[in-house]
């Protein structure tokens, strides 16, 4: 059947320009460019990945949207027509990729942060230390001490294993499946390089990313993919995923054409079948069910690793937060529904959930009110942009904050939300060997690390600017923060005053 | 008035223990504040001493302020029910005091500010009676009654509630309040003295320094930065933060670390002006251990922003900076005596011979202690 639907993109290619070297043909990874005495692209097959615009060394290819393709109608949007036709020739549901792309508004937009004048002075990052070293893990609620035989004061509180983070940033949970080796691989070496850690998400890990565990967060979800003792150790934190911003209460599915021959080894499935992680863990039904497993988790790691439970940001989050502390977890893993995903059903994706931003917010303030807030720490994922947005939730009460999309950018990525198709024409969503060649780790590291140490000077000026030497004065601290154009009711929950108002 | 003041202060601060208790009247203090005169504007000034109740060292002495009678009667018959009031009477004062004498800095015939509108001034000696503190400590039930007061009842506030101590503080010129409050007349054997100058103006008593809870006082030159965590951080242990001043924070995290968490009182100075972790790094092992610890557990408590601070206790005198030392602060030693200040010539102004002068460093505490007992 020939679809209806309209191209959603033009290529336009100056034939002028073009020297027929036929470099964007083979750069396309959608089969959107033929080549007949001269290239003649397919619309209809264009993402708009930009992979051929890049690498035309003529730049002799423009990218288009395709402006009329759909009469104007604020009501019936394009989007809304074309998914319509799609359902109709198909009868399936839409599957999309990346996080959830629609225009709800963005609370990080609209909170501003402070500065200091004349009574407290501002701190200048370049010739003052200024200290972003954040510790994730479960801390009691006090110390105590004892003097020795020699009167020499001890300290008399184990605290329980605490993970350093030289920048309060962590790379998101990303499995080997949903992106390729070489995506994983840059993003350990990054996180070894920066002093902060990656996630390997539920695929397991590569035997031959085994000797970055210092710097490797391990997932452990419903499919328990690639879990064994050796991975669990191979590590310095565990994660059970019970649920991702971008599908929360949706499982996974690693469609068999990506299971190859070390993808199978690595998630431990037969090479070529589905991988189905299920949508709840077939042995978590309730909190307490959860809380066995934490400590399974434990036991199993001599409790030498904190373990993470990863929520989606849902309604009730505060409350489930606050059971996850109680049974046990040493971390609270938000994602908010602005949250990435390889593939996820679109409905899904565009309307469940509810902004990080409220979320992180009701959760610091939940565990506050109950007296457990420093017996887990608070990681902030889903809709992490800049370092502004990072600097805004930490004042919001996140120790440290999450971020894949922003990663995936830095490697390449174009957003172009077609994760899903395993046609990745930047080598990084893909399995294909030949795609998955064009990801140069170390290159894709290196640029990873670039962010991660943009990102840390952009913060150490914030804080200075802020009068602050430390981010524990940042953290929580959400006086320093003002809201702007948001409801009462709204800023009530993000505890934040309205812009004008002082101290 | 305790809505929406809150006060970035600008400030001087003096300080000075007799570490072998004997006690000396309030006129040094006035003097040595006198002389950095031109570091407030006339907004708040204070004083706290410890010893001056020889009488009722065993009774809490509520210092009260009461913005109308109505305030008076109401907190009188909130007290009748929760304490037995050993001894109510008017704090004495000069009214229209203001001092008049020559210092370094300036001539008597300058002429002091009288102090003027001050609130109904009236102090409390008070028991807990045995039957409130089966489930709670004597110094629990004071904290959350001071907490009660200050923010339930409107027009009455706490300037003070430790026991053989007190707060005199108000809003003028800190060597007139001195006069004011007639401290010439009393004997202490720790005073510490705070002149405000607040960069936004509300003319209220309350909102002078010192801050206290039970026998802490708090005199502080600076403005914290970290207040919006620090707040957050004491919030669910039970303490209000009803007087919108950055230094409250202060006082109520000596109050939980060192009373109710039991921290040495060096670790709680740790806390509260953590080391660098470049220095921790460089720490020999145990002591990297608890300095790590400390920031790991108490990064709230963290203060940030330029102070000095005195923190003024039954037993002593502690002195400290904020990390970088954007604030000032001198020591200096003679006998038996620690004096500390904004400025030197504040100490020289009352003790020329002096055995030892020093800057302290940058979040290192200068502790005066009270070897013996008060004579």
Redesign the interface.
């Known amino acids: 059947m020939i679809s209806e639907i309209p191209p959603e993109f033009i290529v336009k290619i100056d034939y002028e320009q073009c020297k027929r070297c036929k470099r964007c043909v083979m750069n396309c990874s959608f089969g959107c460019m033929q080549f007949k005495d001269r290239v003649i692209p397919d619309h209809k097959k264009c993402v708009a990945c930009q992979r051929c615009v890049t690498f035309c060394p003529e730049s002799a290819i423009t990218i288009t949207k395709n402006e009329l393709s759909y009469k104007e109608n604020a009501n019936w949007t394009p989007e809304i027509r074309q998914n319509i036709l799609k359902q109709a020739e198909t009868g399936g549901m839409i599957l999309s990729g990346m996080g959830n792309p629609r225009a709800y508004q963005i609370l990080w937009d609209h909170l501003l942060i402070d500065a200091c004048q004349v009574t407290n002075p501002s701190i200048d990052p370049l010739r003052e230390p200024m200290e972003l070293r954040t510790f994730i893990g479960r801390k009691p609620e006090r110390l105590e001490f004892s003097a020795d035989e020699n009167s020499e004061i001890e300290l008399a509180t184990e605290l329980g294993p605490q993970i350093k983070l030289d920048i309060p940033v962590v790379f998101a949970a990303m499995s080997y499946g949903a992106i390729s080796f070489n995506a994983h691989k840059a993003l350990v070496m990054a996180a070894k390089q920066s002093g902060t850690l990656m996630n390997t998400g539920e695929g397991g890990l590569h035997k031959d990313l085994y000797s970055y565990a210092d710097n490797i967060i391990v997932q452990v979800a419903s499919g328990r993919f690639g879990v064994h003792s050796e991975y669990l150790n191979t590590c310095v934190m565990v994660e059970i995923k019970i649920g991702q911003g971008a599908k929360p209460g949706i499982g996974g599915h690693l469609p068999g054409e990506k299971v190859g021959e070390e993808i199978s080894k690595t998630r431990m499935i037969p090479v070529g079948t589905d991988a189905i992680s299920p949508a709840p863990h077939h042995d978590i039904y309730s909190i307490e069910d959860l809380s066995q497993l934490i400590y399974a988790i434990k036991e199993t790691t001599d409790y030498t690793k904190p373990v993470s439970v990863k929520i989606s940001a849902v309604h009730n989050v505060a409350a489930i937060a606050s059971g996850i502390v109680r049974a046990g977890a040493d971390i609270v893993t938000i994602d908010g529904f602005r949250g990435g995903t390889g593939a996820a059903p679109m409905v899904i994706r565009d309307n469940v959930g509810i902004p990080i931003e409220v979320a992180l917010a009701a959760v610091d303030q939940r565990l506050r009110d109950e007296g457990i807030r420093n017996n887990a720490s608070i990681l902030c994922a889903g809709g992490i942009r800049t370092s502004a947005d990072m600097a805004k939730a930490i004042a919001l009460g996140a120790d440290a904050v999450v971020i894949g999309t922003a990663a995936l950018v830095a490697m390449g990525c174009r957003v172009c939300q077609k994760c899903y198709t395993g046609n990745c024409a930047w080598g990084i969503a893909t399995q294909k060997p030949e795609l998955v060649r064009r990801l140069d780790p170390l290159v894709a590291s290196e640029r990873l690390s670039n962010l991660l140490r943009a990102w840390d000077l952009e913060l150490k000026e914030i804080l200075g600017s802020l009068g602050v030497n430390s981010i524990e004065s940042l953290r929580g601290s959400r006086e320093r923060l003002r809201g702007i154009g948001l409801d009462e009711m709204t800023l009530k929950i993000l505890g934040v005053k309205p812009a004008g108002v002082g101290q | 008035m305790k809505d929406n003041c809150?006060i970035?202060?600008?400030c001087s601060i003096s300080g000075m223990i007799n570490e072998s208790g004997r006690r000396f009247d309030g006129s040094s203090v006035i003097k040595s504040i006198a002389l950095m005169h031109d570091r407030g504007n006339g907004l708040g000034g204070g004083f706290a001493a410890y010893g001056v109740y020889p009488r009722h060292a065993e009774q809490f002495a509520f210092h009260m302020m009461f913005d109308h009678i109505e305030a008076k009667e109401a907190c009188e018959e909130y007290f009748k029910d929760r304490f037995d009031i050993v001894l109510d009477e008017e704090m004495p004062t000069r009214a229209g005091g203001a001092f008049e004498e020559e210092t370094s800095g300036r001539y008597g015939e300058y002429g002091g500010h009288p102090i003027t509108n001050p609130p109904i001034l009236w102090r409390y000696f008070m028991d807990v009676p045995k039957s409130k503190t089966s489930f709670v400590s004597e110094n629990e039930y004071i904290v959350k009654n001071v907490m009660e007061v200050n923010s339930r009842i409107d027009g009455a506030f706490v300037a003070s509630s430790g026991k053989n101590m007190g707060a005199f503080k108000g809003v003028g010129y800190p060597e007139d309040i001195g006069v004011f409050y007639k401290l010439d007349e009393y004997k202490a054997y720790i005073w510490t003295a705070h002149g405000r100058f607040p960069?936004n103006t509300p003319g209220w008593w309350g909102g002078a320094h010192p801050f206290c809870l039970l026998d802490w006082s708090i005199v502080h030159n600076?403005?914290i930065?970290?207040?919006?965590?620090n707040?957050?951080?004491l919030?669910?242990?039970g303490y209000k933060l009803e007087l919108?001043t950055d230094t409250e924070v202060i006082a109520y995290l000596f109050d939980l670390l060192v009373r109710k968490?039991?921290?040495?009182m060096?670790?709680a100075i740790k806390a509260l002006a953590?080391p660098?972790?470049?220095d921790i790094d460089r720490m020999p092992e145990?002591e990297q251990?608890?300095a790590t610890?400390?920031?790991?557990?108490?990064?709230?408590a963290?203060l940030?922003?330029?102070f000095s601070v005195i923190l003024g206790h039954s037993r002593g005198m502690i002195g400290f900076n904020d990390?970088?030392k954007?604030r000032p602060m001198t020591c200096a030693r003679a006998d038996d005596m620690l004096y500390m200040a904004s400025e030197e010539a504040a100490i020289r102004e009352i003790a020329p011979d002096l055995d030892r002068v020093w800057s302290p460093k940058a979040g290192t505490p200068v502790i005066g202690k009270l070897s013996e007992e008060v004579i």
Do not use: D
Not at chain 2, 293 to 300: E, F, H, K, P, S
């Open positions: 809150y970035p202060s600008g960069t600076g403005e930065s970290s207040y919006g965590i707040k957050r951080y919030e669910p242990h919108r968490h039991n921290l040495p060096e670790m953590s660098f972790w470049k145990r251990r608890i610890a400390i920031r790991q557990v108490y990064g709230g963290l940030n922003g330029p990390r970088i954007l």
